[in-house]
């Protein structure tokens, strides 16, 4: 899932755990934040971080011959996000499936009749007790000649950044390789969306990975991180666009109205800080939780996050993998 490396607000960047439990009195909620908090400072759990991983694999694989025009991005979604629970994992975040000039950031509403067409985006990730794998890939639906070309360009920047990967690798280099390769396609990487580290309930842990040479001494250090170019022909830039749907827990300080703390201590025990969607808050709540959403919103519970758009409304193509970074050694581990 991307961050928008500079301007606007900071997709699904996460604002640190906060201490506040909402007043009231569910010791069974504090109970587990703290458990998370404590989880947080434990090394990674190799084992589940790569479990993440295979999930993610699997489910790719078996969405890709699915796809089709005219599918309800509603039905995709579901299908992805019921085949991670079969396998044993849990969704990260909502699914994506942004469409042409649409970067990131569009998950389909509980109502959804939008129909997949274009230059698709499939981004998704699997959690297992929040241990994060990531990944997106594009495809064409309209049979269209400069959508296959941006489809490759992202692909062969993503493939020759991660052979570049290792331990002390500076993080422009990696971005200088994205932006070569793209350019070599005559396509242009979007420079204010990034890939990004990951770490426990934290799908954006702080670290950005540029997708063009930002001249940063930063290196990768032992972690776990996405890669994740853009490719467009347009001008190489977005904007925040309408709202998304998709939110993610930043407060929890107490909120009076009823509905409002209901879908509050539901977002604390189920999610924590990783994104959710109103379409899972109301299949859980029915259509009063948009009321309990608005409250939580402007009470400062919630970030709610926008669509990006590209900035002169050309396709935008997308790949990503995770790859969890060691001493030694480098594993891509969503393939």
Not at 108 to 129: E, N, Q
Not at 147 to 161: D, F, Q, S, T, V
Not at 231 to 248: E, L, R
Request: proline share 3%; with cysteine.
């Amino acid at each position: 899932m991307t961050e928008k490396s500079y301007g606007g607000s900071a997709p699904f960047r996460k604002q640190g755990k906060t201490t506040n439990v909402s007043n009231n009195d569910n010791s069974m909620t504090a109970k587990n934040i703290q458990a998370r908090k404590e989880a947080d400072e434990d090394d990674i759990d190799r084992t589940k971080v790569l479990k993440a991983g295979k999930i993610t694999e699997q489910v790719r694989e078996w969405i890709k011959p699915q796809i089709r025009k005219d599918l309800l991005l509603l039905e995709i979604a579901e299908r992805i996000e019921e085949k991670i629970v079969e396998l044993g994992g849990e969704p990260a975040f909502p699914v994506n499936l942004s469409i042409n000039d649409i970067a990131a950031h569009y998950t389909p509403t509980f109502d959804d009749k939008t129909k997949a067409y274009g230059l698709l985006k499939v981004d998704f990730g699997v959690h297992i007790d929040g241990w994060v794998a990531d990944n997106a890939f594009s495809v064409d639906l309209d049979n269209n000649e400069e959508n296959r070309k941006l489809i490759l360009a992202a692909e062969k920047a993503l493939e020759n950044a991660l052979k570049l990967v290792k331990r002390g690798t500076s993080l422009s280099e990696i971005g200088k390789e994205i932006q070569k390769t793209m350019e070599s396609h005559k396509a242009t990487p979007i420079i204010n969306l990034s890939g990004h580290s990951i770490s426990h309930y934290d799908l954006h842990a702080g670290t950005t990975v540029p997708n063009y040479d930002n001249e940063s001494k930063e290196v990768f250090e032992e972690g776990i991180y996405a890669i994740e170019p853009f490719a467009t022909f347009g001008n190489g830039k977005v904007y925040d666009g309408k709202p998304s749907g998709i939110y993610s827990l930043i407060d929890e300080r107490n909120v009076r109205n009823p509905i409002a703390r209901k879908v509050l201590d539901y977002v604390i025990e189920e999610y924590s800080t990783l994104p959710f969607c109103s379409r899972w808050i109301i299949r859980k709540f029915g259509h009063t939780a948009l009321f309990g959403l608005k409250q939580l919103e402007d009470n400062g519970n919630l970030h709610h996050y926008a669509q990006l758009i590209e900035v002169s409304h050309r396709n935008v193509s997308q790949a990503e993998h995770t790859i969890l970074v060691e001493e030694n050694k480098v594993e891509v581990t969503t393939k």
